[in-house]
């Protein structure tokens, strides 16, 4: 069974620093990008970034483009986003997802983990 | 970066209804269009990829179209269970998400 297993999160101050994890299982976590996505509250989905599957490039939104760093380790099968110079408006639900296979064409985000809030308030 | 507006914001209609939701995009997406579902509290749930593939194990009532950058999800018999809010993805550059569709139950 694919299962996304999220940690991290919780109330920082504007200024500050967070590192989210998510722990995958059930898959070859290695062959597979990895994605980002965040919801303010009562708003509407928003990609952050995404990772190829061999590490070899990332991409973000451009409103956390030199703040926040996605990054992986195959050997534990995780997936990280480091967020620093938070903001008010970084408060959001963030979930990790599974995006496509590395080397085929595609960008759906087929498994999605539960979901970790951040809250960036003084 | 490519825009994805979905058309209504909300909408309203009846167990058995055929419900339609419309998304365009700001430059061409070709088929790299996905859907999903959804509901309060819930991580969303993927619907449709490549614009009209139905992800395994995901109703037949739900089926998508089109190409470019105008695209329907359409659900044939609308049921209790698809109360919830979808949202079509774009993932021809980059990925971004529409603002949303709330379907509500009469």
């Known amino acids: 069974e694919v299962q996304l297993v999220q940690g991290g999160g919780g109330l920082v101050q504007p200024g500050g620093s967070l590192r989210l994890s998510c722990a995958a299982s059930g898959f070859m976590f290695s062959r597979h990008w990895m994605s980002w996505v965040r919801q303010a509250p009562g708003k509407g989905l928003e990609w952050v970034a995404y990772m190829r599957h061999d590490g070899s490039g990332q991409e973000y939104v451009e409103s956390v483009r030199g703040r926040f760093t996605i990054s992986r380790d195959d050997a534990k099968r995780s997936l990280y986003l480091q967020m620093n110079f938070l903001i008010a408006e970084d408060t959001a639900v963030y979930y990790c997802?599974?995006?496509?296979?590395?080397?085929?064409?595609?960008?759906?985000?087929?498994?999605w983990g539960q979901g970790t809030l951040v809250t960036v308030s003084s | 970066d490519i825009q994805m507006t979905q058309s209504p914001s909300t909408l309203s209609a009846s167990v058995g209804d055929r419900v339609t939701i419309t998304c365009r995009a700001s430059q061409t997406v070709n088929s790299w269009l996905a859907w999903y579902q959804q509901k309060p509290g819930k991580a969303p749930k993927l619907l449709i990829y490549k614009a009209s593939s139905l992800q395994s194990g995901v109703p037949s009532r739900f089926s998508g179209s089109g190409s470019g950058t105008e695209f329907t999800l359409t659900i044939s018999s609308l049921q209790p269970d698809d109360s919830a809010t979808y949202y079509c993805?774009?993932?021809?550059?980059?990925?971004?998400f529409g603002q949303g569709t709330k379907v509500e139950i009469k």
């Open positions: 997802a599974r995006d496509t296979i590395g080397g085929m064409s595609g960008g759906q985000m087929d498994y």
């Open positions: 993805q774009q993932y021809n550059t980059y990925r971004s």
